[in-house]
DNA sequence: TCAAAAGTGTTGGCACTACACCCATGT
DNA sequence: ACATGGGTGTAGTGCCAACACTTTTGA
């Protein structure tokens, strides 16, 4: 085997799958959307890619993928986390690229639209086009993570401003699993949670009765290492 | 900010925490256990580690891993999952190391003894000396995955051979949980995830009622993504 | 008064724990 | 016979889905 004229070394990028909540287009139900960027060259140039580059020498990756999403979306996440290291010989031609992914909540009534311009543009998660490099398989992995860990931890909350009923942590948890669920059952579950705090107030005019705003206290911390950001 | 004559490109390295049961010196009761290396040279000279080494530009991370695992048990690992990836940038002092780190279940009885030489030696993972750089925090944390993950996966038969009975899958249980367990309820939740095929045949000679041999099947696989060795 | 969602109560099923009990072997 | 773990049965408990029902507002 003949060593190629390609660079020997291996490069290291940091990419974040952004996600965030807006009506579907068609449906008009609340779905997840992602923002892409379009390759601006070689390889897989003009096709839609995640948003990411390389590692600076000076740079946690935490902070990486923040400044990432700041760069994408003109915001700070409300949650970020390691997703997964991907780094297949072949995945990206002529280089060899390990990509060390995070996935990221953020509100969509935060993101600036002025940044959605040039070349980026928000896609209904689960109806993306094709994608460059093995990205697909990634936000496929992405999805998966986060249905099930919203199953299970509250990072619902991220979607949602500070101040929320239940029906708007409800419509989340529908609108990400893609269900509906029984609000009585679901209001049980979520208060025995002990991650709810009510503010003592309740949201005023509504055409039924008031419901009460709840606001988000964080636990036990997960045991994730290096997020403390 | 000046630049520093030091290194300014990002360096990639794969590590593995390797996972075996082993009596307790002391108690004699089964403990999980790994190797760890020392290492011969600045930093950290002299203090044990994590074996690992630099990726290859042409070897994909979890062969890296299988390389490692190979180098420092001389065997094959019975199960193999990406951990995380540590990437704080004063991990290293003067240069830039991001770890992609593996966990790994090994057979003890497998391990060859010949390699256990000159710079690798086995510890009891709940009771390590002094590690270099981050990787207490990093077994902290693959410790915790392990007993997590035992509780709601079947991942316990790596630690076994091919057929095993229903209490030789108990004890793998207690090792790593550090409990003791009900054999009835264990028998039938062990049974409940569908996984074990009983052979037909028996273990003889225990001085008592012989118990039933089983052999693990493979149900759906988990959602990771690359781990198709 | 009515519609609509908030919020509470009730019931049946399922899973899991604790523990009693029988079974099959070697000594 | 008896000690030892293998293996089965069963009652109690707590969680969860389903759904009936009451409450509180605006129109």
């Known amino acids: 085997m003949t060593v190629s004229s390609i660079d020997q070394r291996v ?10 909540l807006r009506p579907h287009p068609e449906s008009g139900l609340m779905t997840l959307w992602l923002p892409l960027v379009r390759r601006i060259r070689e390889p897989y140039e003009g096709m839609w890619a995640l948003p990411g580059g390389p590692l600076e020498a000076d740079e946690d990756l ?6 990432t999403l700041e760069r994408t979306t003109g915001l ?7 997703l997964y290291a991907f780094g297949r010989v072949d995945r990206s031609p002529d280089d060899r690229v390990v990509s060390i992914v995070y996935w990221a909540l953020v509100r969509q009534e935060e993101v600036a639209r002025a940044v959605d311009g040039e070349n980026v543009e928000w896609f209904v998660a689960d109806d993306l086009p094709q994608l460059a490099f093995d990205h697909a398989q990634i936000v496929d992995y992405a999805l998966a993570r986060l249905r099930a ?3 299970y931890t509250p990072i619902a909350h991220a979607f949602l401003p500070p101040e929320f009923t239940l029906a708007d942590l409800r419509a989340v948890h ?4 893609r269900t509906t669920l029984d609000p009585a ?3 049980r579950q979520a208060l025995g949670t002990k991650t709810l705090v009510p503010t003592g107030t309740c949201l005023q005019g509504t055409s039924h009765r008031p419901p009460a705003l709840f606001r988000f ?11 403390h950001r």
């Open 11 to 20: 490069s290291l990028a940091v990419s974040t799958v952004i996600f965030a």
């Open 62 to 67: 935490v902070a990486s993928a923040q400044h």
């Open 76 to 82: 700070a996440p409300h949650y970020l986390e390691q």
């Open 149 to 151: 860990k919203i199953t």
């Open 174 to 177: 529908e609108a990400v699993l």
């Open 185 to 187: 059952n679901f209001r």
């Open 217 to 227: 206290e964080a636990g036990a911390p997960s045991p994730a290492p290096e997020e």
